[in-house]
């Protein structure tokens, strides 16, 4: 198991150096990494990602502000059953 495991690595490694062997110069001089088709296709999946996002953030938005509230409301009992079970205990110290 531990032979495959160091097989694996030696192979990423390999695919990283041939990436940045070629990947790096390309780009350097200029020449585009994709196809038009994959440009399309790398466009067509950011604006699928932010609009995703965005509705996302519409829908939990309401949750969020309800959460924070409710959050508030509980902090605040909180502090009032603080300060009236100190004052109860300080009742009872007397």
Do not use: K
């Not at 950011?46 to 924070?68: C, F, Y």
């Amino acid at each position: 198991m531990f032979t495959l495991v160091i097989a694996m690595l030696v192979c990423v490694v390999v695919a990283v150096v041939v990436v940045g062997v070629v990947a790096i110069p390309a780009r350097r001089e200029g020449r585009e990494m994709l196809t038009p088709h994959g440009e399309e296709v790398v466009a067509h999946v950011r604006h699928r990602t932010s609009h995703a996002a965005d509705r996302a953030r519409e829908r939990t938005e309401g949750a969020l502000t309800t959460a924070r509230a409710r959050a508030d409301e509980v902090r605040s009992r909180s502090g009032s059953d603080a300060s009236r079970n100190r004052e109860q205990h300080a009742d009872s110290r007397h």
